[in-house]
């Protein structure tokens, strides 16, 4: 058992021992400052390119509070104190909030939250692609009440499009951007009730493969919902929980590659050695399911069979970025969120920080004069820390106290419900007597629940490249597909880009609002 004197004493010398020398000379922080502004002075030129490509980013479950402590993981596993570290996205120069509520739920679950930010419109919790109209599990609220998403807008505008997620490629995130669904949980049929079936409702596999039959790429998890059921999987030969789950019969990736056309090259994968093995350069269509179910947690991963997020980024991008006309990306880092409800800050905060490198490679493949890049989550978790820990304080470490009430140490990450609620002969676990740096350790949580839930707080909004100042202060969620699509020129509200040019001149729409807002005699 640790002494809590011996706690303090780890504390009062981090305090001290720890503060870089430059930090101790007021001049660091002055002209770190002044550089600061200097690049905020900056953004009063706008940048109001079209956008030729636009590129999504979603960490599912990403709130303000795992956006800094990846932040300082991130510095941490490059040997720095962490604090003081950039993500990615913290070099993002427009930060907005978006409200996250559902229409029916006041703390939103990712359905409803992916129909809003990639639909335009708002929707009930558990629901995809569709309307507040239509209720969960209803399939016969479904019909007239599907909403499209800014993928559908950016292929009917002739971009290329693609979906990469860490999740099935058929879980609520991807799902919104293809398809129209009452239930979010309708993988393939054999999850779907037979009233739904009976009424005409497709599961929402069967939907990928059909309602847009042209994306460019998909690459993800889920591949037992392609095939029929008790198919035996390609990896994972002895695992009955790996076989096949359609009901139907159908195989998905055969209809997939009979949708293409014969003089496009076609390619399905599912290891990693396969996928890296492939000349982006001859490659029209991709792809990649890489496990049965949700890809393997980025510590869990297997080097051989599943690609990193970076990895998928890095091809879907070369592939996307032959179509002159540009693309849609929709990157989603979905096991954030999973290691959230799990209690595993270990396992959601190295899948934040394997996100962010994943969007510092896209950024080092585009451009901010053609490429509008967005970054934000779709809802919080109730993820903290805390416990006055000080400067380099391991992520994943003690508080430097014990806690005055029960005289037991305890982690600065905690959770405020969850799995790691445990009590030892009626107290509180005492934590100096587990491993609570192991990956899997489940952080404490204040309320005993089998899964961790949901925060409902407002969630961060990072944006670069053409006409990313419109993202900016507090803004409902559903706001956030309507920039890209007016940046991009793409979907319903196009007036402005009556004269603007494939070939990424300005849009002339800031230019005539302002000429609208000055004085008349101003103009001559």
Not at 239 to 244: H, L, P, T, V
Not at 258 to 271: A, I, L, M, R, T
Not at 287 to 301: A, I, K, T, V
């Amino acid at each position: 058992m640790i002494s809590p004197f011996l706690v303090l004493a780890i504390g009062t010398c981090l305090t001290s021992c720890l503060v870089p020398e430059k930090e101790k000379d007021p001049k660091y922080w002055r002209e770190q400052a002044q550089q600061t502004l200097k690049n905020a002075l900056r953004l009063q030129t706008l940048n109001t390119n079209v956008a030729k490509n636009v590129i999504m980013f979603l960490g599912d479950g990403m709130g303000v509070s795992t956006v800094t402590a990846a932040r300082i993981l991130k510095g941490q596993l490059h040997h720095n104190p962490g604090e003081e570290t950039r993500l990615e996205m913290d070099k993002f120069p427009y930060v907005a909030l978006s409200k996250t509520y559902n229409t029916n739920a006041q703390v939103p679950d990712s359905a409803g939250t992916a129909t809003a930010y990639l639909c335009g419109v708002k929707a009930n919790e558990g629901t995809v692609g569709v309307s507040a109209a239509t209720q969960r599990s209803q399939c016969n609220t479904t019909q007239g009440n599907e909403v499209t998403s800014i993928l559908r807008w950016a292929k009917d505008a002739g971009k290329s499009v693609g979906i990469v997620t860490t999740t099935r490629v058929n879980h609520a995130t991807p799902s919104a951007s293809y398809a129209h669904s009452a239930d979010r949980d309708w993988y393939s049929d054999n999850e779907m009730p037979p009233e739904a079936l009976s009424q005409g409702c497709k599961d929402i596999a069967y939907q990928l493969m059909h309602n847009v039959k042209d994306i460019e790429v998909i690459m993800g998890g889920g591949r037992k919902y392609m095939f029929p059921k008790n198919r035996t999987d390609v990896e994972y030969e002895l695992d009955e929980k790996a076989r096949g789950t359609r009901l139907d019969g159908l195989d998905l990736i055969d209809i997939w590659k009979g949708f293409k056309p014969e003089h496009k090259h076609s390619h399905y994968v599912w290891n990693r050695t396969d996928l890296l093995a492939l000349d982006p350069h001859t490659v029209d269509y991709l792809l990649g399911l890489f496990e049965p179910g949700d890809m393997q947690y980025e510590l869990n991963r297997n080097n051989v069979t599943d690609p990193s997020l970076s990895e998928m980024v890095e091809m879907a991008i070369k592939i996307l970025n032959k179509n002159p006309k540009g693309f849609f990306l929709l990157v989603e880092g979905g096991r954030i969120d999973h290691g959230h409800h799990e209690g595993k800050a270990k396992q959601a905060l190295h899948e934040a920080v394997e996100m962010d490198q994943a969007i510092g490679q896209a950024g080092a493949m585009t451009s901010v004069e053609d490429t509008l890049t967005v970054v934000t989550a779709d809802h919080s978790h109730v993820f903290t820390f805390g416990g006055y820990t000080p400067r380099g304080n391991s992520i994943f470490g003690l508080a430097p106290m014990v806690s005055d009430t029960d005289k037991k140490p305890f982690t600065a990450i905690l959770y405020g419900n969850g799995p790691g609620y445990k009590v030892v002969g009626g107290e509180r676990e005492n934590v100096s007597m587990v491993d609570y740096a192991h990956n899997n350790y489940q952080a404490q949580s204040a309320v005993p629940l089998r899964h961790e839930t949901h925060g409902g707080e407002d969630v961060a909004v990072f944006a670069k490249g053409p006409m990313a100042h419109l993202l900016h202060g507090v803004h409902e969620q559903n706001y956030i597909p309507h920039v890209m699509a007016y940046a991009a020129c793409i979907g319903a509200n196009r007036d402005h880009c009556a004269s603007a040019s494939s070939s990424n001149s300005p849009s002339p729409g800031p230019l005539l609002l302002l000429l609208a807002l000055l004085p008349l005699g101003s103009l001559f």
